[in-house]
């Protein structure tokens, strides 16, 4: 007993020998095709722009979350020399900042934005206003010091010596480098935050 529209339930879309040998020819050449061009893509020479290796067009492009110096083994020892501790009745004298970022540092040295002041500090290394890095965020820190007369001095003591325990078991590390004008405006951006 035969159902109706038995041939058709069965049928295939080769008809002919000839299509036969063409779709068993492109099952063999297109996946051939793909690998030799799949090849041809990985091993071919990617050749970057000079011009987009070069030391400022690098520091251009990381400028909104970083800071790049770049200089040679004689700008090292220079900044390695202003970055020493100044003798007790000595001025210390700024690190001498790479062009790409000379500005941040200038409106900091200015006593205007504290934000470029944390930066040149490196204290946004660990440190943000909303939210955990390595230490508390500025939030949190202004939220506990709410209310305190003494913040402003037990946060530069904190700066100036370091410490561990109250946020936790990673310390932060001592910065005695910090000036006291420039100490004051940065603690007075963290203890406004809200």
């Known amino acids: 007993m035969q ?14 020998p000839r299509q036969l040998v063409v ?4 099952a063999f050449a297109v996946p051939v095709i793909g690998i030799i061009l799949l090849t041809q893509f990985v091993t071919r020479s990617h050749r970057p722009d000079p011009a987009a290796l070069a ?16 200089g040679d083994a004689s700008a090292e020892s220079s900044v390695a020399k202003a970055a020493a501790p100044a003798p007790a009745g000595a001025a210390a004298a700024p690190a ?17 934005d504290s934000e470029a002041l944390l ?9 943000a206003t909303d939210k ?12 506990k010091y709410a209310g305190d007369k003494d913040a402003p001095s037990k946060l530069a003591q904190k700066v100036k010596a370091g410490g561990a325990g109250n946020w936790g078991q990673v310390p932060m590390p001592p910065n005695p480098q ?6 004051q405006a940065m603690i007075k951006f963290v203890l406004a935050q809200k």
Request: overall charge negative; charged content about 20%.
């Open 3 to 16: 159902d109706e529209g038995y041939e058709h339930a069965h049928s295939s879309l080769i008809k002919t």
């Open 23 to 26: 779709v068993i020819v492109l």
């Open 55 to 70: 030391s400022e067009a690098v520091a251009a492009r990381i400028q909104p979350v970083a800071r790049v110096e770049v």
């Open 96 to 112: 001498p900042a790479p062009p790409a970022v000379a500005a941040a540092p200038a409106a900091a040295a200015a006593g205007g």
């Open 119 to 127: 930066q040149k500090y490196g204290c946004l290394a660990c440190h």
């Open 132 to 143: 955990k890095i390595v230490g508390p965020p500025y939030r949190e820190v202004a939220a």
């Open 178 to 183: 910090v000036p006291d004008n420039d100490l």
